[in-house]
């Protein structure tokens, strides 16, 4: 097995000026950034830190190793796994870029930013491949493994070239049913024909686009091509603090890796299965036809990373369609996996549930409510308030959450009184409050 051929178009140092016209080609200039809608995510989350938190996400790169002297790749958060030396060098350079593509570094003024520049990713390395490029269907093997332990949630193999193996599939079978999330390059002789190890079920086969939009021409074709990033003069990181511009499926494929660790980070209770749904559901369709949402040449079509946000955030997890189990159940590939029925979706905010009420009354005549809270990803949006109602109209306050001046944390279960002392009989109202629950309240009387 080997990597996918690429086209080198060029390869310069750091202190050669990237120019586009008379602008420097800084880092957020990237062509394929804005095409992806990846410079929109950024966007959304920096406008609002405090609701949009991400958990960091490991993502393993199988290919030829990691420049960790590169200025422009992160240090910390990396690890490796090898079948050829050192797996944090890279004498070929196609790893190199792979991983600038999933995680440059972003505003150091040097180079690129990747999919993921605020340095939060969790390099998992794997390096199976040699310093030419060439691997065994032994050595990829035993990069998959690497990675299937590593904990990472997020597999990029731009390789390919081996014939179709139980020993693989039944590999993939495993990760996914793990909750890994896998994709692979669908290859780069833009004939129809199956490459492995992109075209097994549970793996994400990835076409390309050119600078246009369009299906590059280089770009393979199958029943199992699921989805299109970028993949035309992709500039990265190479090693020697060089950076390189490269065009392949090989591109494209750690873009999308990338864009999932993006989306998953701020949606971690979501499966990989439903990660994967989002994506293709939110895809530009490239079919050229209205009415066909998906075909073997574009697959669901171009990934747009604010769409799948969008969806996420409307619809929660169900954007993405049912958990199966074993998961491996759901991983079907192509036009033919299961995506969710959006319009039957109803959104969150529309989802309004009251926490549950139990009052407790004590062999000693004393009641008590008693609350039971789940919180979501957004916990710090939520606070509630029980008052008695006095006199017709007049509140008074018995209690509030969270206590004190902080937050609720995130997808945890609160249970307690909202009141510490008995509670008389009359009229008692409880309010909760939440960015997408805008104001939930009840009144009851005992």
């Known amino acids: 097995m080997y990597k996918m051929p690429t ?24 062509y394929w950034i804005g095409m992806t809608q990846v410079n929109k995510v950024w966007e959304r989350v920096r406008a609002r830190p405090n ?23 992160p240090k910390d958060a990396v690890s490796a796994g090898s079948s050829f030396g050192s797996a944090l060098t890279d004498g070929d350079g196609h790893g190199t870029h792979c991983a600038g593509v999933v995680g440059a570094i972003g505003g150091n003024s040097k180079g690129i930013a990747g999919v993921n520049p605020d340095g939060q990713v969790k390099f998992r390395i794997s390096k199976a491949l040699n310093n030419e490029g060439m691997g065994t269907a032994s050595s990829v093997i035993k990069g998959i493994d690497d990675c299937m332990n590593s904990g990472a949630k997020v597999m990029s193999m731009s390789l390919g070239g081996g014939a179709e193996a139980n020993l693989m599939d039944g590999m993939f079978d495993e990760a996914y049913d ?20 992109a075209s097994y079920p549970h793996v994400i086969s990835v076409g390309a686009v050119d600078r246009s939009g369009r299906r590059a021409d280089f770009s393979n074709w199958s ?6 990033a970028p993949g035309q003069s992709i500039t990265s990181s190479y090693p020697g603090n060089r950076y390189a511009t490269l065009s392949g499926t090989s591109m494209a494929t750690p873009i999308i890796a990338g864009i999932a660790a993006m989306i998953w980070s701020y949606f971690p209770q979501c499966s990989n299965q439903q990660i994967r749904n989002v994506l293709l559901s939110s ?17 669901w079509g171009m990934v747009q990373a604010i769409d799948a946000f969008d969806l996420l955030e409307e619809y929660g997890c169900a954007a993405g369609g049912q ?24 959104p969150l905010s529309q989802q309004v549930q009251p926490p549950p009420i139990n009052i407790e009354q004590s062999n000693f005549g004393c009641k008590r ?6 919180t979501d990803s957004y916990a710090y949006e939520n606070s509630w308030v029980f008052n008695q109602i006095k006199n017709g109209n007049t509140r008074v306050e018995l209690g509030k959450g969270p206590p004190g001046e902080g937050n609720y944390a995130d997808l945890t279960e609160y249970n307690g009184a909202a009141h510490s002392g008995c509670l008389e009989a009359g009229t008692y109202e409880f309010i909760f409050k939440g960015e997408k629950i805008l104001m939930c309240s009840f009144m009851f009387l005992f």
């Open 283 to 299: 895809a530009r369709t490239l079919t050229g036809d209205p009415n066909v949402e998906c075909n073997q040449r574009t697959g």
């Open 323 to 346: 958990n199966f189990n074993p998961p491996r159940i759901g991983g079907v590939g192509g036009c033919n996996q299961p995506l969710a029925d959006i319009s039957s979706l109803v």
């Open 178 to 197: 793990r909750g890994m999330m896998i994709t692979g390059a669908s290859g780069n002789l833009g004939i129809r024909t199956p490459d492995y190890p």
């Open 369 to 374: 409510l008693m609350l039971k809270i789940m």
């Open 51 to 73: 609701k949009y938190r991400s958990s960091r996400v490991g993502v393993c790169i199988v290919d030829t190793g990691y420049d960790l002297n590169h200025e422009d790749l």
């Open 223 to 228: 029943d199992q091509l699921e989805i299109l």
């Open 7 to 30: 086209e080198i178009e060029e390869i310069f140092d750091s202190h050669r000026q990237l120019e586009e016209g008379n602008r420097e080609l800084a880092e957020n200039v990237q």
